[in-house]
């Protein structure tokens, strides 16, 4: 299946990753080619079939509620690129 | 020192044969001195090494040394280790230092571990062939013009070029079974959920698994039974019991029950490597194990399916790297989306970047049915394969791989040549099974491996199946270096 | 033209756990930036979400509250955009198997009627962090103590027919919440929010108009102007030959308008997935069963049980039990004085004027319970009257103290000495000779009405402390006595 640049662009969008005018061609014929690898599956017929999203059938075990994290501030805002009083900073979120 | 494996060091440890000291100063000096030719690691940690070690040769000289206690071993790039760099081989994570280690690597801790650095891979655990990683491409030391397989490239690297006896790694759609085949070392993909997740970087949280890569099936066993343990802080963890998995490796395998599927040695299976592998199961028959023909009808389906459903789950798991709590971040970003953007185009290689778009793709509006959903649902027939076969055998036996090792940059440029590279081993993760690859000959010099697929929970019985045949073949012994 | 105005309620109510939906960090409010945000809150890489079992148990009794199917398998979802407040790039949510299904609630309206409201579905997500907007350096800083707060979302169907259904509907989940205990229903913190999708097509139409989402509408009030502003434009657009847009808008309380947020318009695609960190919940019907018989009595039932146990109207029961702190207060103060009736018209009415006045909760009422029993007590053994009684309420409230205190203190007590008001009814009746002749020459049936004359006057030279009903008594005897 043949992706074309519209296709990548907007993907690239939805996954906020900058890729330049100069490898756009590039990406989307590599896309496609993945995409024509996995386009095999439609060729099977899974009519009934429950999708399996674990491979196990195990069942979630719940936690209790308890407060069992400390402050660690410092020791997590020190990885961060840019902060300020005790808040991560990001270019100006407009609403 | 260097060629001792893990039960050799546990026994000379404690028999004060050589001290872990002299052990650790002796690989991290064989590290200095030999891994530019292979790259194998990112990061060396000598000064936690040494103390390490020496806090053991205390523990071992008061008689309280705990199972692993002064074992050298190296962690994949991938694991958390607390204030050592844990990077991903990425320029994402180049300057990441965690501040927690991962359950693992506290596993291995307590289990006396001496922690020689971190190994080289695939960026983000995606590749088949280790030359995505932004540390550089990891050299075979069977041949340096070769690729050591990946993503666990490195750790097979380095434990096939006597740099460390055994080190972690992880599995998603081969990364422990494939580059152990290709470095002629012994590599178990435990059961989904065997070992804690918590602390390795996702790439598919349903299908991504850690386990060892040693030089032969004991010391496999050795570090699996540190590793394996219920963690009540990842979801998917299996409440088992704590396991020895070395207590059976003596266990005779008369009788066994080995499915060969003829899907495995179909088109695309490079002659010699047939040959190896036909050898190792005529050695099997030997042994007593009974052959049965078996098929999994849905075995080419798993590289599409795989594509779909690994992808998905990393894009979504890879977005948290957005260049605002930790990572890279772009230079003067003009605004919010600049800042994304940029951030995780320069940070990311392009592997990384195709597969998240693939998995954007398949997860998006009008075509998640088509892709996401058919996946799992083939999926779900892909497992059943395994479950109808599991009920006339006890373990499924094939290559680990298509054909040996390629050469460096052979298929770099071809992302789905790279991806058929793990066609035998991708269903295993997708039905969330057991794995191993052992090694069972060379073609051309080059190692080949066999590959063990058990029921799930098995890892004891396939440990000892492999022990077993590494008693009666001298294939795992045979040296790069 | 007449216009229907159609209103769904998206309502997100923050539970009251002690610690996050997937963390074991505090959700306590008010703690300095970030220092209640852990690895797993700050999606720091390796890290894994374990869901928190009291979540599941709030969202279950809502459900149960609302009268709705509880799911025995529900699965979170992940919902992916990028956004500096939400750490993981996702948020995790549930969509195709929520933990509460289908339900109904009933509201009642100002005008005494009531109608059922249906609930689409309510499931349990995380919060997001805050994105705090002053200049730090020209950017925005992003605190995520919030982020991992667990939330149920309650949406309705879209049942309500105006801002005033919408707002009693509202004021019904704050109250389920707030009775069950899951939630403290702070509008003001956050704790409860509102987004209101508003739509208006006109009357007999069966189609559903294009409707818009107002975002964020956090007080009573708000959603009350909100929803009306927004269906004014609407119908003025296509009353005009316009059409509406689908987007989501902004209430600006101070302009009183709704205005687009063209900015959240970009092209939304959430790419929900089962989270693979995360296995399906599965529960038990005994489960359920044992929460269903640990549920609180519910303002439903509490109103009728008012008005069984305490012979209250329909209307005084359903104000008593709007929210569970009122209907405390009037248990209470039923159970100190004896008097449910008296009670009911206190607190519905002095008290809540009060209330209203200061714009305070009860919770926070300057006349406790005890002491409007104690003044209710005052009535009822006619120490003092009902006239005499709003000023002892009134120097309660200015903590003058307990209805006793301040009666002995004032000197209020009723005057009940029948030789006493046998002198005050002999004084009025001699110096009201052409009012005592007027009594005495009326017909039968006035004469009851021509004794209010008198009344007033004695009232008055008793300074109002007069035992009404025996005035009465011995006024009319006297008067009797002159025919």
């Known amino acids: ?95 | 020192m260097h060629q001792f494996t893990i039960a050799e060091i546990i026994r000379g440890l404690r028999g004060k044969e050589f001290s872990s000291t002299e052990l650790t100063q002796h690989l991290l000096k064989r590290i200095q001195q030999l891994d530019s030719n292979y790259n194998s690691f990112i990061t060396v940690t000598e000064e936690l090494a040494l103390n390490q070690a020496k806090a053991a040769d205390e523990r071992l000289a008061a008689g309280e040394a705990p199972a692993l206690c002064g074992v050298p071993i190296a962690h994949k790039d991938i694991v958390c280790t607390k204030g050592i760099r844990t990077s991903c081989a990425s320029k994402m994570l180049d300057n990441f230092i965690p501040p927690y280690n991962a359950t693992i690597v506290e596993n291995l801790n307590s289990a006396g571990t001496v922690t020689l650095g971190k190994t080289n891979m695939d960026e983000f655990a995606m590749g088949s062939s280790n030359e995505s990683s932004y540390y550089g491409a990891v050299k075979n030391p069977w041949d340096t013009n070769y690729v050591p397989g990946g993503s666990s490239g490195g750790s097979a690297a380095a434990v096939a070029a006597l740099l460390v006896p055994g080190a972690t790694a992880t599995d998603t759609g081969g990364s422990i079974r494939q580059p152990a085949a290709l470095t002629n070392t012994t590599g178990l993909k435990p059961t989904y959920g065997r070992v804690s997740r918590w602390g390795i970087v996702a790439y598919a949280s349903s299908l991504d698994q850690a386990g060892p890569i040693a030089r032969n099936a004991e010391d496999v066993a050795y570090l699996l039974s540190a590793m394996a343990s219920h963690d009540s802080k990842d979801s998917t963890s299996l409440d088992r019991p704590q396991a020895d998995y070395t207590a059976r490796l003596n266990d005779s395998v008369t009788g066994l029950k080995v499915g060969v599927p003829k899907e495995y040695f179909g088109e695309g299976l490079d002659g010699d490597t047939a040959v190896r592998v036909q050898d190792a199961l005529k050695e099997f028959e030997k042994l007593g194990a009974e052959l049965v023909d078996i098929s999994l009808p849905h075995t080419e389906l798993a590289i599409p399916a795989y594509y779909v459903i690994a992808p998905a789950e990393a894009s979504a798991n890879l977005s948290r790297f957005d260049g605002v709590r930790y990572g890279h971040r772009c230079e003067q970003p003009s605004d919010l989306r600049d800042l994304y953007m940029r951030s995780r185009g320069e940070g990311f290689g392009e592997e990384v970047q195709r597969r998240i778009l693939v998995g954007t793709y398949a997860l998006s509006a009008g075509y998640y049915d088509a892709y996401y959903n058919k996946a799992q649902q083939v999926r779900r027939l892909i497992k059943q394969d395994f479950m109808q076969a599991f009920e006339k055998v006890d373990v499924i036996m094939g290559p680990t791989t298509p054909s040996p090792a390629f050469q460096l940059g052979a298929k770099s440029a071809d992302p789905v040549a790279m991806y058929l590279e793990d066609i035998y081993t991708i269903a295993t993760n997708l039905a969330g099974l057991p794995g191993m690859s052992i090694p069972c000959g060379l073609v051309n010099n080059m190692p080949v491996g066999l590959q063990i697929t058990g029921n799930y929970l098995d890892e004891a019985r396939m440990l000892n199946i492999a022990h077993q045949y590494q008693q009666v073949t001298d294939w795992h012994k045979a040296s790069a270096v | 033209m007449e216009w229907e105005i159609v209103i769904g309620l998206e309502v997100h109510v923050q539970l009251s756990t002690e610690s996050k939906l997937f963390s074991g960090a505090s959700t306590r409010f008010g703690a300095a930036p970030n220092t209640q945000a852990c690895a797993v809150d700050l999606a720091m890489p390796g890290t894994l979400p374990v869901p928190n079992e009291q979540a599941f148990r709030y969202a279950i009794m809502f459900g149960l509250a609302m009268n709705a199917e509880i799911s025995k398998r529900s699965v979170f979802e992940r919902k992916n955009y990028f956004y500096p407040d939400l750490p993981k790039g996702y948020q995790t949510t549930q969509l195709e198997q929520p933990i509460v299904g289908a339900g109904e609630v009933e509201i009642h309206l100002e005008d005494g009627g009531s109608k059922k409201v249906r609930l689409h579905h309510a499931h349990l997500e995380e919060d997001a962090g805050k994105s705090l907007h002053e200049d730090f350096h020209g950017m925005s800083g992003i605190d995520l103590n919030r982020a991992g707060t667990p939330l149920i979302e309650i949406v309705s169907e879209p049942d309500m027919r105006s801002a005033a259904e919408a707002v009693a509907y509202l004021r019904k989940i704050h109250s389920i919440v707030t009775y069950l205990g899951i939630s403290d229903g702070d509008m003001s913190q956050g704790s409860l929010r509102c987004d209101a999708n508003v739509s208006v097509r006109l009357k007999g139409e069966e189609k559903l108009g294009t409707r818009t989402e107002l975002k964020n509408i956090n007080s009573f009030r708000f959603v009350e102007r909100a929803i009306k502003v927004e269906a004014e434009r609407q119908i003025d657009i296509l009353e005009d030959g316009g059409s509406i847009e689908q987007e989501t808008r902004l209430y600006d309380a101070d302009k009183n308008e709704t205005r687009s947020m063209r900015s959240k318009e970009v092209a939304n695609d959430y790419r929900y997935f089962p989270c693979p960190d995360l296995l399906p919940v599965v529960l038990t019907e005994e489960y359920i069963e044992q929460l269903r018989k640990e549920l609180p009595e519910l303002p439903d039932t509490k109103a009728e049980r008012f008005q069984s146990e305490f012979n209250l109207s329909a209307y005084d029961a359903d104000q008593l039990t709007q929210d569970r702190d009122s209907a405390e207060y009037f248990e209470t103060v039923c159970k100190s004085c004896g008097e449910p009736k008296l009670a009911a018209n206190w607190i519905t009415g002095e008290l809540a004027a009060l209330l209203n006045r200061k714009e305070i909760s009860i919770a926070e009422s300057p006349v406790s319970a005890t002491q409007l029993a104690g003044l209710i007590t005052r009535i009822k053994d006619n120490t003092i009257s009902s006239k005499i009684a709003k000023q002892v309420f009134e120097a309660i409230c200015e903590g003058e103290g307990s209805a006793d205190d301040i009666i002995e203190k004032r000197g209020l007590k009723q005057v009940s000495d029948t030789g006493a008001i046998e002198k005050m009814v002999d004084e009025v009746i001699a110096a009201s000779d052409a009012q005592v002749d007027n009594y005495r020459r009326a017909d039968e049936s006035k004469r009851p009405k021509m004794m209010g004359y008198f009344v007033g006057q004695i009232m008055k030279a008793s300074k109002g402390q007069a035992n009404p009903q025996m005035i009465n008594k011995i006024l009319k005897e006297k008067l009797d006595a002159l025919l």
Not at chain 1, 9 to 14: H, P, R, S, T
Not at chain 1, 54 to 62: R, W
């Open chain 1, 1 to 95: 299946m043949a992706v074309d640049t519209q296709t990548v662009e907007k993907l690239a969008e939805l996954a906020r990753i900058a890729i330049s005018n100069a490898t756009i061609e590039e990406v989307s014929s590599r896309l496609g080619d993945i995409l024509q690898l996995v386009d095999q599956l439609q060729a099977i017929n899974t009519d009934g079939v429950i999708p399996m999203a674990h491979p196990l059938d195990e069942v979630q075990t719940l936690r209790a509620d308890a407060v069992t994290e400390t402050d660690q501030r410092n020791s997590f805002l020190s990885l961060a690129p840019q902060s300020d009083e005790g808040l991560y900073l990001v270019p100006k979120v407009i609403d």
